[in-house]
């Protein structure tokens, strides 16, 4: 159990074979990290109710977040998290395997894979290919859900790894660190439209595109470490310098944390407002689009 805890991915078989031999509990959890935007029309919490994998627990990024920010599911206080965590049933010593529900394979997992690695947590672990590859490959789910028994849980925030609208005004200045978006080519360049109410697309300068997508193979897992070595060098990203990711709310930028650290780079930093964020608080030559973009 122990060498699995330092492993980022953990295969469907591995969970598989410690659902079947009762390892879940205190020392091993599994939290259902699914989330999706309002559009999608998708609840995830009803979702869990009607099938998770036996053993899971759900975990709200929209419960366990800021509730006095007006900006999606800002970063909670370490008190906040500790209490959260705690009561699904995580303590310390806790191996957690994060998963989602997503058609992509992963889509919010890698957020909460991170935000436990932001708040001090280190055995924690992403599904490889989430729920969608759990289904296809025959593994058990269940609608039966017990209550886990409340542990303690204590926060330490490395609040070097969470960026401001303010570190990324100054970085455009400076143009000391790299900075990857996550959201879709169209998205970024200002030809889709953004998922939000009155958020227009495009992206601010400096910013280097890397849809989240590209790290995920076809079936839904993470891509090998060649491809995702390849992906980082066509965009040009050194990833022996540093690197911080953004997208739309906080989310899929993590997919971007998850592909360096599998490459041995650890510590890539977060702009947790993203674009929800800088396209309302942007002046407009700080908006980069081929669409309309920023009234003045």
Request: overall charge negative.
């Amino acid at each position: 159990m122990m060498a699995a805890q330092t492993r980022a991915l953990v295969s469907g078989q591995w969970l598989a074979d410690a659902v079947r031999n009762n390892l879940v509990g205190p020392k091993l959890c599994v939290v259902d990290a699914s989330w999706y935007l309002p559009k999608t029309r998708r609840n995830p919490r009803q979702e869990f109710a009607q099938k998770h994998i036996p053993g899971a627990s759900y975990f709200d990024i929209d419960e366990c977040c800021d509730k006095s920010s007006s900006f999606d599911h800002m970063l909670p206080t370490p008190g906040h998290f500790s209490r959260y965590v705690g009561d699904l049933g995580i303590g310390n010593d806790t191996h957690v395997v994060v998963y989602d529900t997503s058609d992509f394979g992963a889509y919010s997992a890698p957020r909460v894979w991170w935000m436990f690695r932001l708040f001090g947590h280190r055995p924690v672990s992403v599904l490889d290919g989430g729920m969608k590859n759990w289904l296809m490959e025959g593994y058990p789910v269940t609608s039966e859900h017990g209550r886990p028994e409340t542990r303690a849980f204590t926060a330490s925030l490395d609040s070097s790894w969470v960026k401001s609208y303010e570190d990324v005004l100054e970085n455009i200045r400076t143009k000391e660190v790299q900075v990857v978006d996550a959201r879709s080519a169209g998205r970024f360049r200002g030809t889709e439209p953004e998922p939000r109410e009155g958020t227009l697309p495009g992206h601010f300068p400096g910013a280097i595109s890397m849809p989240f997508t590209s790290f995920l193979d076809a079936s839904g897992k993470e891509q090998g470490p060649e491809t995702l070595s390849k992906l980082f060098r066509e965009a040009g990203v050194d990833l022996k310098k540093p690197l911080w990711a953004t997208c739309g709310s906080g989310v899929t930028a993590c997919h971007v944390v998850l592909a360096a650290h599998l490459l041995g780079h650890p510590g890539v930093c977060v702009y947790d407002g993203s674009w929800g964020e800088w396209f309302h608080r942007a002046s407009p030559e700080h908006i980069i689009s081929e669409g309309e973009g920023k009234k003045v």
